[in-house]
Nanobody, 120 residues
Framework: QVQLVESGGGLVQAGGSLRLSCAASGSIFSFNAMSWYRQAPGKRRELVARIASGGSTNYADSVKGRFTISRDNAKNTVYLQMNSLKPEDTAGYYC??????????????WGQGTQVTVSS
């Protein structure tokens, strides 16, 4: 069983920056992808950024150019650097680890989340 622990959330003014961390209890290299999702009150959880085991990344259009996802396999940690934050970035941010076993069998691990609040 893999545990994911997020940290780094907080209150920041618009235009500011935060760096979120997701520390895994096991090797993140074994996962097909590591991702950050977010969920604002009354809204569906949405993908923010994803980094594959090979290093390729993809981002939600709303954060492109402002957020950067990275991974440190030696530390089993994934990061989300968030710059130029906007009030609409306010949400709970959740780390996800995705494993594809093939033949349609997949499994997702989730962290408990960390709150990001951006004031205007």
């Amino acid at each position: 069983q893999v545990q994911l622990v997020e940290s780094g959330g907080g209150l920041v003014q618009a235009g500011g920056s935060l760096r979120l961390s997701c520390a895994a209890s096991g090797s993140i290299f074994s996962f097909n992808a590591m991702s950050w999702y977010r969920q604002a009150p009354g809204k569906r959880r949405e993908l923010v950024a994803r980094i594959a085991s090979g290093g390729s990344t993809n981002y939600a259009d709303s954060v492109k150019g402002r957020f950067t996802i990275s991974r440190d396999n030696a530390k089993n940690t994934v990061y989300l650097q968030m710059n130029s934050l906007k009030p609409e970035d306010t949400a709970g941010y959740y780390c996800n680890a995705h494993r594809d076993y093939g033949l349609g069998l997949v499994y997702d691990y989730w962290g408990q989340g960390t709150q990001v609040t951006v004031s205007s």
